[in-house]
């Protein structure tokens, strides 16, 4: 058991595995998540939450745990009849994981938040970490390339990535409202840890939400972030290529450009440890150890880890 009030600002796979390693650490019950809904998109006439889903399958052990998302042992017979009627099915959208979608939709029609409605699928899966939104609106990343704007799932999933990105656009974020929820948490947090998330998609969509860097910023948490490269390259997912096509450079300079000055500190990987002058330069404080989360133990121990480290430094700052 731990006093400190920890927040964790997560996106899908990378956001997960550390909101599992803090879930199952010794600061479980004192940590909230707040999760990115801007990846959030219409299919079939359902709504769509995918890094909330995410994490709160992850979280409830219902996730399919070879592919990081979606549910365990599901079938498609409902893709495979809209598949048959014509409908465009790319994104793979599995029978158990429809009925989420199912119920979020038919809330949202009643006019429930956005953040209950997360609530009661967590009660559900019985996820005990809260998670929190950044917003109850609607915000949808963009991504512009050669031949156009894409919604974010077009890209990730249709287009599989490939098309080189030429910006990134948060539609709905300058109107957005952030809940009262994550200002409040993020107000009283000791320790902000930054998922080894994709830190333009991810990261970036939540911390578009206005006020909420604003409130990083103000807040007197210590502010760490994990990297989500290993070796100059992503474990999953887009974000090397994202950043490098956005003249940033694919390591954990790259990741610093992106957070600058919200951060105390940096983890990186053993691998990247070269690195490590540069970081202190810009005044950080770094953890370089292993960040390549497989297991449960894994994800505890770098979690565990990475807060020690936090508290550590954080007293003697104070000191
Ligand atoms: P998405 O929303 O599903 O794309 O997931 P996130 O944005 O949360 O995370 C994507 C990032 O997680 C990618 O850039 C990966 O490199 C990173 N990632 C995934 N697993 C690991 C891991 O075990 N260790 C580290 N350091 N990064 C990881
Ligand atoms: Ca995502």
């Given at each position: 058991m731990s006093d400190l009030t920890i927040t964790l600002l997560a996106g899908g796979v990378g956001g997960a595995k550390a909101a599992e390693g803090l879930a199952a650490s010794v600061y479980a019950s004192t940590t909230h998540i707040i999760g990115n809904v801007a990846d959030d998109d219409a299919f079939h006439g359902l709504w769509v939450s995918p890094d909330i889903d995410t994490l709160l399958y992850s979280l409830g052990d219902q996730i399919d745990r070879e592919r990081g998302w979606g549910r365990k042992s599901e079938s498609y017979q409902v893709l495979n009849e809209l598949s048959a009627l014509g409908?465009?099915?790319?994104?793979?959208?599995g029978d158990l994981d429809l009925a989420t979608h199912i119920y979020r939709t038919e809330l949202r029609k009643q006019g429930v938040r956005a953040s209950h409605i997360t609530q009661r699928l967590a009660k559900r899966h019985g996820v005990t970490v809260p998670i929190l939104l950044p917003t109850d609106d609607v915000v949808q990343t963009q991504v512009k390339t050669e031949s156009g704007w894409l919604s974010f799932q077009e890209y990730f999933?249709?287009?599989?990535?490939k098309p080189k990105v030429l910006g990134v656009e948060y539609k709905g974020a300058n109107i957005a409202r952030a809940t009262s929820e994550a200002l409040f948490q993020i107000a009283k947090s000791d320790v902000i840890v930054i998922a080894p998330?994709?830190?333009?998609?991810s990261i970036g969509a939540i911390l578009a939400t206005p006020g909420l860097q604003e409130a990083i910023e103000k807040s007197t948490a210590y502010v760490i972030a994990i990297s989500p490269l290993i070796a100059g390259k992503t474990?999953?997912?887009?974000a090397d290529k994202m950043l490098e096509s956005m003249g940033?450079?694919?390591d954990s300079k790259g990741i610093y450009q992106c957070y600058g000055s919200l951060l105390n500190a940096m983890v990186i990987d053993d691998a990247d440890r070269d690195e490590l002058p540069w970081l202190q330069d810009q005044g950080l404080d770094v953890l370089v150890t292993p960040?390549?989360?497989?297991?449960r133990d894994d994800k505890c121990a770098l979690l565990t880890n990475t807060v020690a480290f936090a508290e550590q430094q954080r007293k003697q700052r104070a000191a």
């Open positions: 409908q465009e099915t790319w994104m793979t959208l999933v249709r287009e599989q990535c998330s994709n830190p333009i998609v474990v999953k997912g887009p940033k450079s694919t960040t390549l989360m497989k297991t």
